[in-house]
């Protein structure tokens, strides 16, 4: 597993290519009209909505912090409270039992279909795949009822436009902070994946940027933020997708 160092610090970069096929789950394009590029608009509403900056430490679980954190924000825009879910316990059960990454689709597919439990049951790194009658329980209170494939840059537009939350693959090189402005532009040679969780759409000079939030503190980029350049968003890593309706729950 790779790492990036960020002021003395190291941070696993884990995001493996998809293991879903196309196809495996519906495209965003099935579901809904695609905005046409020129009819875009930037949506600078969406950072309001992080509860906070998570920390994935020297683990390569970008995959399990971007989901959860992407789960959050959907809880808040269905009104639910906030709830301190652990991205440790998606990422032990997508991680294939060691610390090397997951795939994003693992991910989404587990929120879907099972969930995920607050840290009082997984407050921490864990590698057991132990489930209990009260790890399922908690867990099914805490998922998200739809996602979609964006196997494009105008796919991934639209749903940032609409409010999505977009949780997708990039290359991280080994220059790989963002200047005074947020953006992003990324240098040097490749040196892993890197799960980033997109919300929002903004413009500079004509050129579109997705706003993201990382999971390395708020001491790496703009408070833990920065901005991701569209053009730059590549098929070899983009295993984006888009993600709506957090389910009810009374916690």
């Known amino acids: 597993m790779e790492t990036y ?29 695609i905005i046409p590029r020129d009819q875009w608009r930037p ?7 992080v509860p906070s900056v998570l920390n994935q430490g020297s683990h390569g679980a970008c995959v399990a912090f971007g989901c959860t954190q992407g789960l959050k924000v959907l809880r808040r825009i269905a009104g639910l409270p906030d709830v301190d879910l652990s991205p440790w316990d998606l990422y032990r059960r ?24 607050t840290t009082a049951l997984c407050p921490s790194f864990t590698l057991s795949g132990r489930k209990t009658p009260e790890w399922a329980a908690d867990a099914g209170k ?15 537009a639209t749903a940032l436009q609409l409010g999505f939350v977009v949780p997708f693959g990039v290359p991280v090189t080994s220059s790989w902070e963002p ?31 997705v706003p993201f939030v990382n999971s390395w503190t708020e001491g790496w980029g703009i408070k ?20 709506r309706a957090a389910t009810y729950s009374n916690t």
Not at 16 to 24: F, K, Q, S, V
Not at 142 to 156: N, S
Request: with cysteine; net charge negative.
């Open 5 to 33: 160092q960020h002021n003395g610090v190291e941070y696993g970069l884990g995001c493996l290519p998809r293991t879903a096929p196309r196809g495996a789950l519906p495209c965003l394009a099935d579901a809904i009209e």
């Open 43 to 49: 949506r600078n509403d969406m950072p309001r909505l």
């Open 94 to 117: 997508i991680c294939g039992g060691r610390d090397a990454g997951a795939s994003i689709s693992d991910g989404l597919v587990k929120l879907r279909d099972e969930g995920v439990c």
């Open 142 to 156: 805490h998922r998200v009822q739809e996602w979609f494939d964006c196997p494009t840059r105008e796919t991934i």
């Open 179 to 209: 200047g005074p402005d947020g953006w992003l532009n990324p240098r040097g040679g490749v040196r892993g994946g890197h799960c980033i969780l997109g919300l929002g759409f903004v413009c500079k000079d004509g050129r579109w940027g």
């Open 224 to 243: 833990g933020w920065a901005i991701y350049p569209l053009d730059l968003i590549d098929n070899d890593y983009a295993d984006a997708w888009a993600g």
